[in-house]
């Protein structure tokens, strides 16, 4: 669901935290040009037969299977029942759970825009069918347009917004600029697509248009001299980036089901707080040059209007307008039903009954494609169910339960995800370890990791154990050189976002493009099959060398003796979002306590380092009622950051250590509870915080106490 564009990346490089302190001191130090590569370590025998299992040529094969057929949320019962005939086929048990959820299709949309002259300027709204890639013309192939959006019309002035952030409409006003009554045109990037839409609506805008922007494709574009899709690696000037809508920081799901399951009978609440009342539409850059041209020279240029993300690549100025009389006219209809969606599911039972793994992966996509989002993660998946045979079929069986989960419904919402931990809420919180999700698994050679602390050491101890694209480097070297040490902070925007919710530790791998990659044309039709064997990853070694790292990591986490968490890098990580909660309060200028925060921290960070150390004692006298023990605690303390009663108008998010920003959708924010008061100025509420996530994490380090 969500992609990392370059501005995205060279955000990365200064902005995400080290794996820990160990990892900083020994790789730091040293200059990336000078580093030596760094040695493969060496494999357990079921490490190798899982790695030899694994080829490039059948994931290309799942990989055509799943980017050539209809996949939106609920259509595609055939490609459900197929996926867990894969698993079954190579020894997992599996099944399909469905849900009953709320969802609406595209029927028809339309825009124009009209000049003072009289004369009109109609978007082509369609992206382009090349001869070159056959899915681009299927003839089931999906319209462009925004999930859940709002059947409506609208005809008015309209104005740029930038990015749509609340801060970007603080500064139109501040500008005097005109809103309410207007349509707002808007540029991707920044926060999640439905808070764009959510702000216009807040700011009595009657309509809003969203358009791609060179700007996220940094130097490889046309306009640099690159050749376009499918001739180059530049995006096709068509390109448009469907996607949802929902207020997906107020809650996930199905809309109509907030806390309890889809079911065919279940209660359902009213939607309206989570979907736009104002109807949305996506569009192209080519389509998007002459709307914004229209506001050149009227109100304030984009650079005086001095807000990040607000100024694109494209030949405009970015001027907020209105132009007086020139309108814009748009309609939006949709259809909405209730309907089946299906999540695959395959289990190896373990032989310890109360400890799970879960895996993860969406299966739904936007287009008839989705090489990268989610058939990379798909093809990996079934490639990773076959590596799992190959080791049952030696008589081998996990510690510790693994469950292999192909989800539904995901692009509309993390539907099928968060139905399912609905459903499973007491078997899950009581059982599971960690989650494990993939969804782009591939739409470039550069690996990506985000996770909850503990994960941090074993992910990167596994990056060692594999070579990456078949080239003489460790999967660790090319990481390291890509984003210096960093793991990303869980937010949102993909199927782990229900399972850290509810207190369960998780880990999000992928693999996407750098600053000289080809362009992947995210939630568009070019992200095919055709583009991913010519451009993406054209002898599918990315997915490969993807593959094996996830069986890897799942298998270290099914079947160690011990389970692989580093607790003491949690208390370095706490520490370190307290240092930026102090920043945050700074600057603020408001006075907080933060007294009892930093000594539950400290009691966390003491509680670490003691079950670490029971930990190392209970592995070297192999005292297997101390394992367990340990491993329970370590199954377990995650639990205690979980609140009752969750954020102030968000009941569903109720981590209180990280959440999607409010206004975010995307990029977490770590305390959320209290750097959110603060940032709407309520101190008092903020106070109220401090002493929940203080108790929080004395609860967590109780769980851990020794
Ligand atoms: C990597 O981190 C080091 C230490 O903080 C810093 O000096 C260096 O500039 C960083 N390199 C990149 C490429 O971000
Ligand atoms: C489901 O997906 C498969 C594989 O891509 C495809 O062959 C089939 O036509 C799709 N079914 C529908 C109803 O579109
Ligand atoms: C709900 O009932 C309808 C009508 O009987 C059926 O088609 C659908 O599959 C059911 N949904 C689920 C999730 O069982
Ligand atoms: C009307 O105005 C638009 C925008 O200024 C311009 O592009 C177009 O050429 C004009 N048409 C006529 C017929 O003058
Ligand atoms: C992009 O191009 C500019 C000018 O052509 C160059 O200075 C810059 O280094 C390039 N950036 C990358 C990441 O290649
Ligand atoms: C940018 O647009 C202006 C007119 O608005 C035009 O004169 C100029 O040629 C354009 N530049 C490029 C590089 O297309
Ligand atoms: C699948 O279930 C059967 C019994 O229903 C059981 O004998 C078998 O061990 C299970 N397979 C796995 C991989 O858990
Ligand atoms: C697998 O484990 C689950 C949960 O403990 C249990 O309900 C189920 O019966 C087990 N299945 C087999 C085949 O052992
Ligand atoms: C790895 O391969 C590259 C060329 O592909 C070569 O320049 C480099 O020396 C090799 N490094 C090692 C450690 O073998
Ligand atoms: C698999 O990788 C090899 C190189 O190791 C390559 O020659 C082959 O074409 C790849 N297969 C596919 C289907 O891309
Ligand atoms: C708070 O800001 C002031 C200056 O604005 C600075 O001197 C001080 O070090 C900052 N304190 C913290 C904890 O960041
Ligand atoms: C602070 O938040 C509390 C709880 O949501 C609310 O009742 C109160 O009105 C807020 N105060 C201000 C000044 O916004």
Redesign the pocket.
């Known amino acids: 669901m969500w992609h990392c564009g370059s501005q995205c990346l060279a955000f990365i490089a200064f902005s995400l935290t080290f794996a820990n302190a160990r990892l900083h001191a020994q790789f730091v130090q040293q200059s990336l040009i000078d580093r030596p590569n760094i040695p493969l370590s060496a494999l357990t025998s079921e490490e190798s037969i899982l790695i030899e299992a694994i080829s490039n040529t059948s994931i290309s094969e799942w990989s055509y299977y799943y980017t050539h057929g209809l996949h939106l949320a609920g259509k595609n019962l055939t490609m459900a029942q197929w996926t867990a005939d894969r698993w079954g086929e190579n020894g997992w048990n599996s099944s399909l759970v469905?849900?009953?959820v709320y969802l609406n299709y595209p029927v028809d949309k339309s825009l124009s825009v009209t000049y003072p002259n009289g004369s009109i300027y109609q978007p082509s709204l369609e992206e382009a069918v090349l001869e070159q890639d056959e899915t681009t013309g299927y003839p089931n192939r999906i319209p462009t347009f925004h999930g859940y959006s709002a059947s409506g019309a609208a005809n008015a002035e309209f104005v740029y917004v930038g990015q749509g952030q609340q801060s970007d409409f603080a500064r139109l006003i501040e500008l005097g600029v005109p809103l309410e009554g207007k349509i707002a045109v808007s540029k991707y990037g920044g926060p999640f697509r439905g808070l764009k839409v959510k702000n216009a609506q807040e700011n009595g805008m009657m309509g809003v248009i969203i358009f791609t922007d060179t700007i996220d494709d940094g130097n490889i574009t046309e306009a640099n001299g690159y050749a376009a899709y499918p001739d180059g690696p530049a995006r096709n000037p068509s390109a448009v980036q469907r996607g949802s809508v929902l207020f997906l920081s107020t809650y996930p799901g199905d809309p109509t089901t907030p806390g309890w399951a889809s079911?065919?009978g279940s209660l359902r609440a009213d939607p309206s707080t989570v979907l736009p009342r104002i109807p949305s539409i996506p569009i192209s850059y080519a389509d998007a040059i002459p709307i914004l041209a229209a506001l050149d020279g009227y109100g304030t240029p984009g650079p005086e209007v001095d807000r990040t993300g607000w100024v694109g690549a494209l030949n405009v100025s970015y001027s907020t307008g209105p132009a007086p009389g020139t309108t814009m006219s748009m309609t939006n209809l949709m259809e909405t039903t209730y309907a089946?969606i299906w999540n695959s599911i395959g289990i190896i039972n373990g032989t310890i009954a109360d400890e799970t793994i879960v895996i993860g992966n969406h299966r739904d996509a936007w287009i008839i494609g989705g090489a990268a989002d989610p058939n990379s993660g798909s093809a990996i998946m079934v490639e990773l169910s076959k590596a799992f045979g190959s080791l049952l079929s030696t008589g081998w069986r996990p510690k510790r339960n693994i469950v292999l989960a192909s989800w539904d419904g995901e692009e509309m919402g993390l539907l099928g995800s968060v139905e399912f931990v609905e459903e499973y809420a007491p078997w899950l919180t009581q059982t599971v370890v960690s989650y494990v999700n993939i969804d782009v698994g591939a739409s470039g050679p550069w690996p990506f990791i985000e996770a909850t602390p503990e994960l941090h050491t074993l992910a990167m101890d596994i990056m060692q154990k594999i070579v990456w694209m078949d080239t003489n480097r460790t999967m660790k070297d090319v990481w390291l050189e890509y984003t210096n040490g960093s793991f990303g902070v869980l937010g949102s925007g993909s199927d782990y976002t229900a399972f850290v919710q509810r207190g369960i530790g998780s880990i999000d791998i992928s693999a996407g493009g750098g600053p000289t990659d080809p362009v992947y044309q995210y939630h568009s039709n070019f992200d095919s099959y055709h583009w991913m064997s010519t451009f993406g990853d054209p002898d599918f070694l990315t997915h490969k060398s993807m593959a094996q790292y996830l069986s890897l990591l799942v298998y270290n986490l099914a079947d160690q003796d011990a389970i692989q968490f580093d607790v003491p890098n949690y208390a370095t990580q706490l520490e370190k979002y307290y240092e930026d909660l102090l920043s945050t309060i700074n600057s603020t200028s408001q006075t907080l306590d933060t007294s009892s925060l930093r000594s539950a921290i400290d009691e966390f960070s003491i509680s670490a380092t003691e079950v670490q150390a029971l930990e190392e004692h209970a592995v070297e006298t192999s005292d297997h009622e101390l394992l367990t023990i340990v491993n329970h605690k370590y199954r377990d303390f995650q639990r205690g950051f979980v609140s009752q009663g969750g954020l102030p108008n968000r009941e569903f998010y109720r981590h209180l250590i990280f959440a999607p920003g409010i206004d975010t959708g995307y990029a977490a924010t770590t305390y959320p509870g209290i750097t959110e008061a603060l940032q709407a100025g309520n101190s008092s509420l903020a106070a109220e915080f401090v002493r929940k996530t203080a108790d929080a994490i004395l609860t967590a380090a109780s769980i851990i106490k020794v």
């Open positions: 469905s849900y009953q079911k065919n089946p």
